[in-house]
T-cell receptor
Framework: DAKTTQPNSMESNEEEPVHLPCNHS???????IHWYRQLPSQGPEYVIH???SNVNNRMASLAIAEDRKSSTLILHRATLRDAAVYYCILRDPQGAQKLVFGQGTRLTINP | NAGVTQTPKFRVLKTGQSMTLLCAQD?????MYWYRQDPGMGLRLIHY???????AKGEVPDGYNVSRLKKQNFLLGLESAAPSQTSVYFC?????????????FGNGTRLTVT
């Protein structure tokens, strides 16, 4: 199964942009890149996903490298409510039963 | 919108007791999943269902059984609880199995087995 690598933790300040990196050097051509986040005492929450092109939604932006071996989740203006564990996951056509949730990146936001 | 609802939120069991965790979704999703989350282990898939009346094993199925009698409900059973099953359990659902179909999660059930 294709695997992702993320930093264990990151720290940023409130109202500043945050760039969360993810490496996925073994990604296949049909894998979608999904990002989820998990706030304390809650279930994971879907953030964004993409295949090749950069994507934007109301929560975040996803920048995907041209060779697709890495991607970056961008929070444009972090708030204290964005403090969470962020998971970068590859979803392949074989189904969600193949999803691998690793350790993720624990994001701390300083006021 | 309720989304994915899990009951109960907390439970304490003694070793050998049984219980059932209920997951309900109101999004008409075909696919449903049960995960467990332990410190330092990430989320691990226990069982999943690709539609009403179907179930399949995930990564860590031993000690658990599941049933999907109705499309909107997915039950996780522990027949004889063990301390190793102390964990936080999350249910999730998705509209389809396509690679671009996101998962929607409940807020979990925290289970302690003494």
């Amino acid at each position: 199964d294709a695997k992702t690598t993320q930093p264990n933790s990151m720290e940023s300040n409130e109202e500043e942009p945050v760039h969360l990196p993810c490496n996925h050097s073994t990604i296949s051509g049909t894998d979608y890149i999904h990002w989820y986040r998990q706030l304390p005492s809650q279930g994971p929450e879907y953030v964004i996903h993409g295949l090749t092109s950069n994507v934007n939604n109301r929560m975040a932006s996803l920048a995907i490298a041209e060779d697709r071996k890495s991607s970056t989740l961008i929070l444009h203006r972090a708030t204290l409510r964005d403090a969470a564990v962020y998971y970068c996951i590859l979803r392949d056509p074989q189904g969600a039963q193949k999803l691998v949730f690793g350790q993720g990146t624990r994001l701390t936001i300083n006021p | 919108n309720a989304g994915v609802t899990q009951t109960p939120k907390f439970r304490v069991l003694k070793t050998g007791q049984s219980m059932t965790l209920l997951c309900a979704q109101d999004m008409n999703h075909e696919y449903m999943y049960w995960y467990r989350q332990d410190p330092g282990m990430g989320l691990r898939l226990i069982h999943y269902s690709v539609g009403e009346g179907t179930t399949a094993k995930g990564e860590v199925p031993d000690g658990y059984n599941v049933s999907r009698l109705k499309k909107q409900n997915f039950l996780l059973g522990l027949e004889s609880a063990a301390p190793s099953q102390t964990s936080v359990y999350f249910c999730a659902s998705s509209l389809s199995d396509y690679s671009d179909s996101p998962l929607h999660f409940g807020n979990g059930t925290r289970l302690t087995v003494t």
